[in-house]
């Protein structure tokens, strides 16, 4: 995989959307490893714009990575429920919640022009999340010569994931900050921590492996390439990095004592996501109410938080990071990989 992706260095920079930009994901390629970005939030237009933005600035390998999850139902009266709980909330920093809540973006199993502009633009890596695609969606980007990963949660989704012909495996573990790569969120969780996932797809997944969750420094990543990985996906460590488009408020919560006490929510976007504990986690678990599914609740969330943030609060953001976030440094992105480097040598 290394070889043909060209990387010197078996680490990955997660495809965070909403944090991953071009300049980042631009600065960890060129300094050897494999930048990302996500356009799972973003339409067509979005994401080719964003590739790119980032073409112009590497001419190394990067990644792209959509979103595969089941298309939602609506339900107005769920919704309005969710609505109601969150409305003496919104009333308290002077708003009202939205009078209905709208699918914010489609999934890529139904998105044909995200599908055209990823063959046009032929990214060397392309990722999912929550699943992946259908048949002839795979065929078309294989066809197009991209590298395809998907994230795996468990062994019944690696085994998935290799007989619809993708190429290598994300093992997620439950440490991992973001939403979790699940399938069917309403099935059961085994929540497989990465050391115990990452070895059991080395053993018995039969496709290549990347290690993800909890990996913050030199010294985690060796780990997990001694387990057999073939590389590392490192997420929340490229958070404060002054590429990423990470707010005040995220980076400040990311140095303060709410990294050492992150959370499982599905309170923020409708799917169990790991994020920094803060006023919305804390929201999340004394509304009695389920959330709508995702991304509809996300609807709900983002308005939220951006009602909040008008008030001068900044905790009702989704502030996504993994059980490793104590270890985050501050600093460019090619100065971490390079630091990386050194420690996995020490």
Not at 183 to 205: E, K, N
Not at 318 to 327: C, I, S, T, V
Request: contains cysteine; hydrophobic residues 50%; glycine residues 10%.
């Amino acid at each position: 995989m290394l070889d043909r992706l060209g990387l010197s260095l078996p680490i990955i920079q997660a495809p965070m959307a909403g944090v991953s930009t071009p300049k980042l994901a631009a600065a960890v390629s060129n300094a050897g490893g494999l930048g990302s970005i996500g356009v799972g939030a973003t339409d067509a237009a979005g994401a080719r714009a964003m590739i790119e933005e980032l073409r112009a600035l590497t001419e190394r390998a990067f990644n792209v990575n959509v979103f595969v999850h089941a298309c939602p139902e609506q339900d107005a009266g769920r919704e309005a429920a969710w609505l109601s709980a969150l409305a003496p909330t919104f009333r308290k920093f002077g708003a009202n919640p939205p009078a209905a809540l709208r699918v914010i973006y489609r999934s890529f199993l139904e998105d044909d022009q995200m599908l055209r502009a990823l063959v046009d633009l032929r990214p060397a890596v392309v990722s999912f999340h929550f699943g992946f695609p259908a048949a002839a969606q795979i065929k078309a980007l294989r066809d197009a010569g991209c590298f395809l990963v998907a994230t795996a949660t468990s062994l019944s989704e690696a085994d998935a994931a290799k007989n619809a012909g993708i190429d290598a495996v994300v093992a997620q573990g439950f440490e991992a900050g973001g939403h979790r790569g699940m399938f069917d969120p309403a099935l059961p969780d085994d929540c497989l921590g990465t050391l115990a996932l990452t070895r059991v797809l080395v053993r018995r997944g039969g496709l290549p492996v990347i290690a993800a969750g909890g990996i913050m420094d030199g010294q985690s990543v060796r780990a997990a390439l001694k387990l057999g990985a073939v590389a590392a996906q490192l997420g929340t460590a490229f958070i404060a990095c002054p590429e990423s488009s990470a707010d005040d408020a995220y980076r400040a919560a990311l140095f303060s004592s709410a990294a050492e006490h992150t959370i499982m929510t599905r309170g923020i976007s409708g799917r169990p996501a790991r994020c920094l504990s803060n006023g919305f986690t804390g929201l999340a678990q004394q509304v009695p109410q389920s959330p709508p599914d995702y991304p509809i609740a996300y609807d709900a969330g983002k308005a939220l938080d951006a009602a909040a943030k008008a008030s001068g609060e900044g905790g009702f953001g989704a502030h996504w990071a993994g059980q490793g976030a104590p270890l985050a440094r501050s600093i460019p992105a090619a100065e971490l990989i390079a630091q990386l480097a050194r420690e996995m040598q020490s």
